[in-house]
């Protein structure tokens, strides 16, 4: 598939030489009582590795107790498939960072013809998905079905998010893709804004930190994404509205991020591809809840996560 108009700008986000890279752990994870108990963990035997493990767990159980929450975390150098992980394994609701792999398999399944397509949507359909703010603008003339996907990943427009899924047969046919991907984890039940509602007990709307991470590390390689579409998606990721006080607040200096949020009262997550300078991307994926539900998350919290976790990573 080809956009050369469209990609303009994003060549140094490019990710060719990434097709060598693979997880180091497949992104079908358990979800046994033994792995959601062992808070962290590393694929990486060295003592260097190990130590910066350890490092990494002390600093995110003070911020755990910092913010009064529960965090887990997975990211994974590309280059070598070495990870630092924290309650990786547990599950937690995935909110609006779903719509980063919606929009990947929106882009994987269209041509550019189809992209180019003009789509509507009624009133309705915006006041019921709530956050609406590029939709709300265009009830009336509609927009290119890429410029509704984009809306869904730069300023995570969720009445945008359900046209995307209505164009990859729903949820059900979101979650068949990540099947596709390897992963057996994720459940994708709903739609926007359903999917933020977590019952107790429930896997739905859920997934686990290894598991998306492992996900975004799939859409690196040719075979599950066209660089062509690569390029689009790292680039709508990489100048979002949601993402600045995020993980791209707690990055290195120099280091590009293309992550997409999810947030919702006292959930707050974010996913991203990170691109160290001359060097193989990192994914990570962050996701944390608050102990008490009834209390609004803080984006310092994965700042916080963010620069202690990828510091290791320097």
Known sequence: MTRTSRIA?????????????????????????????????????????????????????????????????????????????HRSKERFGFASTIKSFAVAELLARTTPAELDEHVTWTKEDVEKAGYAPVTEKHLG?????????????????NAAANIVFDHIDGPKGLDSALEDL?????????????????????????????????DLAALLEPEHLSDEDRTVLIDWMSDNETGDPLIRAGAPAGWKVADKSG????????????FPPKRDPIVIAIMTENNDPNTESDAALIEDIAHAVLGAFE
Do not use: W
């Open 9 to 85: 700008g994003a060549a140094a986000l490019s990710l060719i030489a990434l097709t060598a890279c693979s997880p180091a752990e497949g992104a079908a994870t358990s979800d046994s009582a033994a792995d959601s108990a062992s808070a962290g963990s590393t694929s990486q035997a060295s003592p260097t590795a190990a130590i910066a493990q350890a490092e990494v767990d002390s600093a995110i159980a003070d911020i755990e107790k910092k913010y009064d929450a529960r965090v887990g975390v997975h990211a994974m150098d590309t280059s070598d498939g070495s990870t630092i992980e």
């Open 141 to 157: 003339d509609g927009l290119p079905l890429e410029k509704v996907a984009e809306a869904a990943i730069r300023v995570s427009d």
């Open 182 to 214: 390897g992963d057996s984890t994720t459940e994708v039940i709903d739609r926007e804004p359903d999917l933020n509602t977590i019952d107790p007990g429930s896997a739905d709307n859920t997934t686990t930190p290894a598991a998306f991470s492992n």
């Open 263 to 274: 947030h919702a009262d006292a959930l707050r997550n974010d996913v991203a591809v990170v």
